[in-house]
């Protein structure tokens, strides 16, 4: 594990971060590797935010030092190589945040999956328009935000409700949600690390091995 890169991350040490990165990369460490030290470097910002140690301007730099890292990352990965099936992700309508998706959607992409990345404060008729472009087995909604727990609601309440909502898996993900909110809402799985989401997700494509 990669302490450094974790708790250059959790300071918000951009410069650090990147040549964590790059030095990690050197030493052909697995993408997803380095996007799980990434992840729980975030966590320590969320965690600090909750704490009143940091506020929102902490919280946006953290995503754009994310974002950095991402296209470094992503000229790593193989193009043209998306074998095992569609992703489709983005964060319920009300909510703006972006880090924990782009890390998901990094992950994903590293993992061979063709990612449909639908941005923030996204609403229900276009994840079912997604959904119905894209088919994919798996769709994603990140909610960071205790008031949009009733969004997350509504938004798989109506994709259940369409000729194909008894095929999607939903997953959500968010610093905010636990098991409790997953049976709330009605999704199918709330992974609680990179790997798991990954993983899940594989298996569903009927994938076995995570890179």
Not at 58 to 69: A, C, D, N, R
Not at 145 to 170: A, P, Y
Not at 185 to 208: L, M, N
């Amino acid at each position: 594990m990669s302490k450094v890169l974790i708790d250059a991350m959790a300071e918000l040490d951009e410069d650090l971060v990147i040549e964590e990165v790059n030095a990690l990369i050197k030493a052909n460490v697995p993408i997803m590797d380095i996007v799980g030290y990434l992840q729980k470097g975030i966590e320590i910002v969320g965690k600090r935010f909750q704490e009143k140690r940091y506020f929102m301007s902490e919280l946006i730099i953290s995503g754009e030092i994310f974002k950095e890292v991402s296209q470094i990352l992503k000229d790593l990965m193989p193009s043209g190589t998306a074998n095992y099936g569609v992703f489709v992700m983005g964060t319920i309508y009300g909510d703006i945040h972006d880090v924990g998706k782009n890390i998901v959607c990094t992950a994903m992409s590293s993992n061979d999956f063709k990612v449909i990345d639908l941005g923030t404060d996204v609403s229900t008729e276009k994840f079912i328009k997604a959904i119905k472009e894209y088919h994919p087995k798996v769709v994603a909604i990140s909610c960071l935000l205790t008031n949009c727990f009733e969004n997350l609601k509504e938004c798989i309440q109506s994709i259940r409700n369409t000729e194909f909502g008894k095929e999607i898996k939903i997953l959500i993900g968010g610093g905010v949600l636990d098991k409790q909110v997953c049976e709330y809402v009605k999704a199918d799985f709330f992974p609680r690390t990179i790997h798991e989401t990954v993983q899940y997700c594989k298996e569903i494509y009927g994938v076995k091995s995570i890179k």
